[in-house]
Structure formats: C-alpha cells, structure tokens
C-alpha cells in the first residue's frame, strides 16, 4: 500500500518503520522540517534509543505532497493535533482512502474520539470524499515496536473488511494484530487507561505497594468498562488487547509517560513541574477533563478518574484523595 504516516514522533516514527519493512510504500510528515532533517540525517529518534529507521521511508514537511495519493493516511500526532492535522489533510485525500488514527484521547469541547474528530474534518473539509475510519490502539509502547520487539495491537473498524486490510497492512513477525468492530469501546479504553496510569504512577511515587496498584487497575478498567457499557460498547472488548491489555502497559511500564508523571505527582511535584521534567505529551492530562464532563452527563460512576482530576485541577493532596477512594461506601463487586 501507499502509506502516509502524520506525525514523527516516536509512535510516528515507530509505525512507520515497522511498514516499511512489511514492504509498504512510505510518506512522513511532520510540520517541523527540521525533525524531518535529523531522522533523514541520523537515521534515528532521541527518544527511540537502539532503534534504526528502515530504509526508504520518504520524509515530507508538505502536507499536500505528503497525503496527495495515498491510500492510507495514519494519524500519529499528539491528541490535541489531531483537529487540525486532519483539517490540513482533507482536502487532499483521495476516493477510497483509509483514515487510521493512532492516537489516544477524547476531545475536551466535542466529548468525541480521535476517529470522529477526524471524520468531522474530512466531512467539512472534503464533504464528497469516500473514506472509512480506523483506530489503531492496544499495549504498544513505541521504543519497543521500534526495536521489534513482540507486540500485539487491535485494528477497529465498523466494517471488518477495511480493519482486516489494515490488520494485514501491520501484521509482521513482530507485530500480531486483532480485528474488532467495536471501534468506539476501542478509543474508550485507550482514552480512559491513561488516567488510570497517572494514579497508578501517584501510587507508586507515594511509596504504597503492589497490592495498591493492583486494586487501581482492577477498579481502574472496572470504571472504563462502565463508561463503555453506557455509550453502547461492547463488554468484550474492555476485556481484550485494547482494553485490559493496554492498561496494564500503561499502568507499569517505564516507557509510560503518564505512569512516569503520576510518579511525580506522587513524590511531590505540580503536574506543570512533572510534565516538564518528562518532556513529552502526557495524554492522561488532556484527557481528564472530557472524562469528567462525560461521566457527569452520562451519570456513570468513576471514582479513580474523579480522584486524579481532582489532584490536578482542584488542588487536593494525593494523600487525601486516596483516603477518600478507600473510604468509600461498602460495595458488591458484582454490582
């Protein structure tokens, strides 16, 4: 296929290898040339240590250039540019052209995932454009796609012809990829785990155990099930690679930057001072607010997300805010 892959950061740049070497004809954009320069020259990310980029990928800081053609187009930008990273790239997409974002978040304003947010784009800006959406999501830190390690990923897409092309576009020795028509379960629960993370990481900064950060990612995919179940999601899926799977990366892992954050927070620091100190977009934090909006309009219990947001927005000590998880009401755990 004709790939063109938006946005070289590590995901980005990670996702675009692991296509090339599948055999797959390359773009990469970015709106900094200048990155472009340095992976052309070093053949390398910063923050890819180890890593090589495969050879022939094509590097483009045109958008227009960079998309005219292509037959998939892969959204690999922070959350936060997702809006106007597909707005620059509508215009130029062709008939036919499978639209897959890669990143993980819900919109602050919309209450809309990656994948509607970008079809609102494609829509306004392309109205007779023929397109099918995709999510890409599961427990894939990019420093370990990039050095080929085993990995395992969901293709979600409502028609499962166009997430089978695209499982079969990724499929490698390295990389085993599932399909699943429950697309918005899929970007739920990979919008929803990074807040899981950042109180899982608080945890741990806070020098409590393993049996706490358990009972987090326990409860934590508990509350994103419930938010699921109540936009009509499929249960199954909370319980897959994309849901549980990708929680339990995200919730331990050093490659975690929200884990690597709450740490932070946990030991002491403001968010703003974490956030620094880390260098690199945090998603939990831009998600926060759209998932506090939404379990308020859809009445859906989600104590763990209300506990973390309050640390950051309102001010409250992660001491307090954890005493107030486990002071909760007496519950079943079959409720």
Known sequence: MKI?????????????????????EVTLWSALPEELDSLRREGRHKNLPGAKIAEGIKYDADIKSAVT???????????????????????????????ISAAKGIEEDTLHT???????????NNPSLDFSVVALSGPTHAEEVALGLPTSIVSACEDEEVSRRVAEAFSSGCMRVYTNTDILGVEISGALKNIIALAAGINKGMGFGDNAQAMLITRGIAEITRMGLALGCKRRTFMGLAGIGDLIVTCTSRHSRNNRCGELIGQGMSYGEASEKIGMVVEGYHALRAAVKLSERLGVEMPITRAVYDVIFSGVSVRDAMTALMSRDMKSELE
């Open 69 to 99: 053609g292509c037959e998939a187009c892969l959204f690999a930008v922070a959350s936060g540019y997702i809006r106007s990273t597909a707005r620059l790239a509508a215009p130029h997409l062709s008939n036919g052209a499978i639209l």
């Open 114 to 124: 990656m994948s509607e947010v970008i079809a609102d784009e494609v829509r306004e």
């Open 4 to 24: 063109t892959v938006l946005g070289a950061g590590t995901w980005g740049v990670a996702l675009s290898s692991l296509l090339r070497d599948n055999g797959h």
